[in-house]
């Protein structure tokens, strides 16, 4: 391996390694991985190798990945798997001890994640459906640390998003792992991709980047969809034992999921537990990634945001109101605040009925945040543009929604009336039709949620839940 001197510190001497693993010993064998075995170690560090600044120390439990070289591959990902674990640190990613590149081998040693990957769960029948969703939500905030928060230049392709490469700690806390296929591209274009020969693992790969060779962190996006249905369902995504349609997940999960018969397929241990609204939320943005065509996946952001919404419908946290103006138009939106953001602007598109809405959240340290706009993806000018400011401690506490009548099959919002504790807005758009009202005490209130497309299809609020 050509020599990176920032690595220099990360360098563990063979003998140690040897010394941890008890020379490889099949007792401490732990699992087989893409590019050679995985073994358990207490890792003792010589005088050597303490003058370094490894992370590792004296006792240390570590998994120990040993590259086959006799297969004669994985050495380019070797060297990719350490630059990137050494370059990028977040809590939902695994963490690199250090390495060797001595006496014919190749190893790379990792903190030891006591509970092993998630494959090894999906069918355990103790991991409640709470669990599961703390582990997606987890894994789905490492995944979007590599897609938008590794620097301003550039993102992470990970290429091998599958649930083999999700560790779980003591406290199931998901890490990913596994970096050696993964790709570097810029951020700085409306899309970033790179052309490559496709690769990944049959099953959880992007049909789209394996039919054109382009990679996108949309692959990546389809990859973990798979995922989260081999969580729903307590399977894994390839079973040879099967010549029909159940061989592959994503295409029995997608059949289902349009047929409207996924229960059929959900394992019944945690189907007893769901909560509707929380099975509800996690199945559609689980279709929405296995989405054929690359703009219609969602970004990681959003998955977060609605797999955030599922866990606390499920653990009673949030109500729904009702959603006025129509179920079936447009793609599902929703605004979810965190306990930390204020919501402090509403930008209201309008006229004769209510083209679009954004809003603008406020963050504890001041700065502000700015969601995509909700609707208006009709190419007409704009109506009315109208922009709602809220004060630092004003509370919103009811909604007043008008609806029209039918306009192209499609009920659409006509406007809206939002009520504070200081102050009432609106209302804004066409004197409806018909309205809904519902109103609420100060504190309740705890985001949106709708329908979107060439109009504001549908708007509703989430409360949080009377315990």
């Given at each position: 391996?050509?020599?990176?001197?920032?690595?220099?510190?990360?360098?563990?001497?063979?003998?140690?390694?040897?010394?941890?693993?008890?020379?490889?010993?099949?007792?401490?064998?732990?699992?087989?991985?893409?590019?050679?075995?995985?073994?358990?170690?207490?890792?003792?560090?010589?005088?050597?190798?303490?003058?370094?600044?490894?992370?590792?120390?004296?006792?240390?439990?570590?998994?120990?990945?040993?590259?086959?070289?006799?297969?004669?591959?994985?050495?380019?990902?070797?060297?990719?798997?350490?630059?990137?674990?050494?370059?990028?640190?977040?809590?939902?990613?695994?963490?690199?001890?250090?390495?060797?590149?001595?006496?014919?081998?190749?190893?790379?040693?990792?903190?030891?994640?006591?509970?092993?990957?998630?494959?090894?769960?999906?069918?355990?029948?103790?991991?409640?459906?709470?669990?599961?969703?703390?582990?997606?939500?987890?894994?789905?905030?490492?995944?979007?640390?590599?897609?938008?928060?590794?620097?301003?230049?550039?993102?992470?392709?990970?290429?091998?998003?599958?649930?083999?490469?999700?560790?779980?700690?003591?406290?199931?806390?998901?890490?990913?792992?596994?970096?050696?296929?993964?790709?570097?591209?810029?951020?700085?274009?409306?899309i970033t991709f790179l052309v490559t020969n496709a690769a990944?693992?049959?099953?959880?790969?992007?049909?789209?980047?394996?039919?054109?060779?382009?990679?996108?962190?949309?692959?990546?996006?389809?990859?973990?969809?798979?995922?989260?249905?081999?969580?729903?369902?307590?399977?894994?995504?390839?079973?040879?034992?099967?010549?029909?349609?159940?061989?592959?997940?994503?295409?029995?999960?997608?059949?289902?999921?349009?047929?409207?018969?996924?229960?059929?397929?959900?394992?019944?241990?945690?189907?007893?537990?769901?909560?509707?609204?929380?099975?509800?939320?996690?199945?559609?943005?689980?279709?929405?990634?296995?989405?054929?065509?690359?703009?219609?996946?969602?970004?990681?952001?959003?998955?977060?945001?609605?797999?955030?919404?599922?866990?606390?419908?499920?653990?009673?946290?949030?109500?729904?109101?009702?959603?006025?103006?129509?179920?079936?138009?447009?793609?599902?939106?929703?605004?979810?605040?965190?306990?930390?953001?204020?919501?402090?602007?509403?930008?209201?598109?309008?006229?004769?009925?209510?083209?679009?809405?954004?809003?603008?959240?406020?963050?504890?340290?001041?700065?502000?945040?700015?969601?995509?706009?909700?609707?208006?993806?009709?190419?007409?000018?704009?109506?009315?543009?109208?922009?709602?400011?809220?004060?630092?401690?004003?509370?919103?506490?009811?909604?007043?929604?008008?609806?029209?009548?039918?306009?192209?099959?499609?009920?659409?919002?006509?406007?809206?009336?939002?009520?504070?504790?200081?102050?009432?807005?609106?209302?804004?758009?066409?004197?409806?039709?018909?309205?809904?009202?519902?109103?609420?005490?100060?504190?309740?209130?705890?985001?949106?949620?709708?329908?979107?497309?060439?109009?504001?299809?549908?708007?509703?609020?989430?409360?949080?839940?009377?315990?």
């Amino acid at each position: 391996m050509a020599r990176i001197q920032e690595l220099d510190h990360l360098q563990i001497p063979l003998e140690d390694i040897k010394l941890a693993t008890n020379n490889f010993s099949e007792d401490n064998f732990i699992g087989l991985g893409g590019f050679g075995k995985v073994y358990e170690g207490q890792l003792h560090v010589s005088d050597f190798a303490t003058t370094s600044s490894i992370s590792g120390r004296p006792g240390t439990t570590v998994a120990v990945k040993r590259l086959d070289v006799q297969g004669g591959q994985g050495k380019n990902e070797f060297l990719n798997e350490i630059v990137m674990l050494a370059s990028y640190k977040h809590k939902n990613l695994a963490s690199i001890v250090g390495f060797c590149d001595e006496g014919g081998e190749k190893i790379i040693i990792y903190k030891y994640e006591a509970r092993g990957s998630l494959d090894n769960y999906l069918a355990n029948d103790h991991l409640t459906w709470v669990q599961r969703l703390q582990i997606c939500l987890g894994a789905a905030r490492g995944l979007n640390y590599l897609h938008a928060d590794v620097g301003e230049s550039h993102r992470v392709l990970h290429r091998d998003i599958k649930s083999s490469n999700i560790l779980l700690n003591e406290n199931w806390e998901a890490k990913i792992s596994d970096f050696g296929l993964s790709k570097i591209g810029p951020t700085n274009q409306n899309i970033t991709f790179l052309v490559t020969n496709a690769a990944g693992t049959l099953g959880y790969v992007d049909p789209l980047y394996v039919s054109t060779g382009v990679l996108t962190k949309e692959s990546d996006v389809y990859s973990f969809g798979v995922v989260l249905f081999e969580v729903l369902c307590g399977r894994l995504a390839m079973k040879n034992m099967y010549e029909d349609e159940r061989r592959f997940l994503f295409h029995l999960a997608k059949l289902r999921y349009e047929k409207g018969k996924l229960d059929e397929i959900i394992l019944p241990s945690i189907r007893e537990q769901m909560k509707p609204n929380s099975l509800q939320t996690f199945c559609k943005i689980a279709y929405q990634c296995l989405k054929k065509k690359r703009h219609d996946r969602p970004k990681m952001l959003l998955v977060i945001e609605q797999l955030q919404i599922s866990l606390d419908f499920q653990i009673g946290y949030l109500r729904m109101t009702e959603l006025c103006g129509s179920n079936t138009g447009g793609y599902s939106w929703s605004l979810l605040l965190d306990n930390n953001h204020k919501l402090r602007k509403i930008t209201i598109d309008h006229y004769d009925c209510i083209f679009s809405v954004r809003f603008t959240t406020e963050d504890l340290s001041g700065s502000l945040h700015s969601t995509q706009r909700y609707g208006g993806d009709n190419g007409l000018s704009p109506g009315k543009i109208t922009e709602v400011h809220f004060d630092a401690d004003e509370e919103i506490t009811g909604i007043r929604i008008g609806v029209t009548s039918e306009i192209g099959g499609l009920v659409l919002i006509a406007s809206i009336y939002i009520m504070t504790n200081k102050n009432g807005h609106g209302p804004f758009g066409k004197e409806p039709v018909s309205f809904f009202s519902e109103f609420w005490d100060a504190g309740s209130f705890a985001g949106f949620y709708g329908r979107a497309g060439h109009f504001l299809d549908g708007f509703g609020c989430y409360l949080k839940a009377t315990m």
